[in-house]
């Protein structure tokens, strides 16, 4: 009897153990297959003169900017995307018209496959435009100042698509090279039809259009097809503390035209972190692209930033 009392206590005592021990935690999953995060920016720059001998003129500006990351990756799979979307103004004191500095919309998606080592098949697409009209300026017969719209949202728009092979190293140096790629651009086809111009007494006159004297795209149309060879690479790095350097190149040549005349969009943004929310900003682009311009085009804008991730 008193053997059968002492099991049964080292019994209960056993199962009242057990009861206290806290369960083992499940492993919480700490990949996350999306991640995402993004950036608002505003670039503020003004100057004023007042009985200034060197001569100058008063005027105020400023950027917006927005750039926004949602990336995957799951085993071998990535698929990164990124929003870019910025405006600008200037307006001066004895301009009639206030004048974009920056007017940018741009979607780029990348879809990637693991291959071998740092190598992935990939599929890559782009689309850009800008946001609002655009406009030459000139001045009429009487001396004042006049614009004449020549760009509007979609005129020109750009859809770039193809499969390729990409490189990364890392998040800051990726290089992709897709040499069957189809490129789309859209135009207004109003701006591809023939129009009547006023000379300087007012006399109007109807100037034919030429073909691809808009962005390359033909009379009466508003799409041009090209399929081509496409490369684009990026590369951020820091030069010291707080200051980075990041250089974006995408080079394009249309196997249909011209294939030497290599299409070239390169940006340079140099960013001064001064704290949390305030960066000096230096950004730096030229585009060469024979059916806009025959010529490089270049932008250049450097001013303080106040910055707001979310």
Known sequence: MKKIVLLSLFFVGTMSIWAQEPAAPTPADTVKIWKSKGNFSLLL?????????AGG?????????????????????????KVIASYGLVKTENSSFEKKTDDRFEFNSLLGK?????????????????LTKGYIYGRDSLDREIRTPNTSFLSPGYLTFGPGMLYQKGENLKINIAPATSKIT??????????IVYDAGGIP???????????????????R???GFHASGYYKFAVMTNVTFENILTLYSNYLEDPQNV???????????INRYL????????IYDDNAFKGFQVREVFGLSVNIGF
Request: glycine content about 6%; cysteine-free.
């Open 45 to 53: 720059n003004q100057s004023s003169f007042s009985n200034w001998q």
């Open 57 to 81: 003129e008063n005027n105020i500006s400023g950027t917006v900017g927005i750039n926004y990351d949602l990336n995957y990756k799951k085993d071998d799979w990535s698929w990164d995307n």
């Open 114 to 130: 693991k291959a071998k080592g740092d190598w992935s098949y990939s599929f890559f697409l782009n689309f850009k435009t800008q």
């Open 186 to 195: 859209f135009v207004d086809s109003q701006y591809t039809s023939d129009r």
């Open 205 to 223: 006159t109807l100037e034919p259009y030429v073909d691809g004297t808009y962005f390359g795209v033909d009379r009466g149309k508003s799409m």
């Open 225 to 227: 097809y090209e399929l």
């Open 263 to 273: 299409d070239l969009d390169y940006q340079l943004n140099v960013v001064m972190k």
């Open 279 to 286: 960066t000096t900003v230096l950004s730096f682009q030229t």
